[in-house]
């Protein structure tokens, strides 16, 4: 499966953002989806995951509360929904696919997409 992530950009703090990732793919379906984010000189963090039929979720606890993970897998989407924004959410974000689980392990993850930039400003 391919992945396409899009919908970043710069926001001030307190504001929203709505990422999506796109795939292309007839088995989209069986895939769980996961986020990640890339701060510069960081490793790669999980931030949310979403299980193959969308009945499980999983959140990073520094976005529980804030961030909404969901998909449509009509569309071969899943989105995640940043709400209230912080300066240190400031990142690249991934997404990924996995056809075993939801993991908090970014090398488990078998399809990654390119990567979309979200600059939160203070």
């Known amino acids: 499966v391919q992945l396409q992530a899009s919908g970043g950009g710069l926001v001030q703090a307190g504001g929203s953002l709505r990422l999506s990732c796109v795939a292309s793919?007839?088995?989209?379906?069986?895939?769980?989806i996961s986020w990640f984010r890339q701060a510069p000189g960081k490793e790669r963090d999980f931030v949310a995951g979403i299980s193959w039929s969308g009945g499980r979720t999983y959140y990073a606890d520094s976005v529980k509360g804030s961030f909404i993970i969901s998909r449509d897998n009509a569309k071969n989407t899943v989105y995640l929904q940043m709400n209230n924004l912080k300066p240190e959410d400031t990142a690249v974000y991934y997404c990924?696919?996995?056809?075993?689980?939801?993991?908090?392990?970014?090398?488990?993850?078998?399809?990654w997409g390119q990567g979309t930039l979200v600059t939160v400003s203070s």
């Open positions: 793919g007839r088995t989209f379906s069986r895939y769980h």
């Open positions: 990924a696919a996995d056809a075993t689980a939801v993991t908090r392990i970014a090398r488990e993850y078998d399809f």
